[in-house]
């Protein structure tokens, strides 16, 4: 699999935000800012974020304030 951003695995997953974020039992806002580089996942969100998208941390680019 190729690296994608937390958006293009929630958009691959056909998913909007705020079905994503019930999924992962957070708020819609903590994914944005999650999707955006304003903040990152902690360890058990990430290991979330893995299953619900079928991918591993490797996989996964996390944006950084200074790419948005």
Not at 6 to 19: D, G, H, I, P
Not at 25 to 30: A, G
Not at 37 to 61: A, H, Q, R, W
Request: avoid cysteine.
């Amino acid at each position: 699999m190729q690296k994608m951003t937390l958006k293009m695995l929630r958009v691959r997953a056909n998913l909007s935000q705020e079905e994503a974020a019930k999924k992962l039992d957070i708020s819609p806002s903590t994914l944005s800012k999650w999707e955006h580089g304003k903040s990152f996942p902690d360890v058990p969100n990430i290991s979330k974020i893995e299953e619900l998208y079928d991918t591993t941390y490797s996989n996964i680019i996390f944006l950084s304030n200074n790419t948005v």
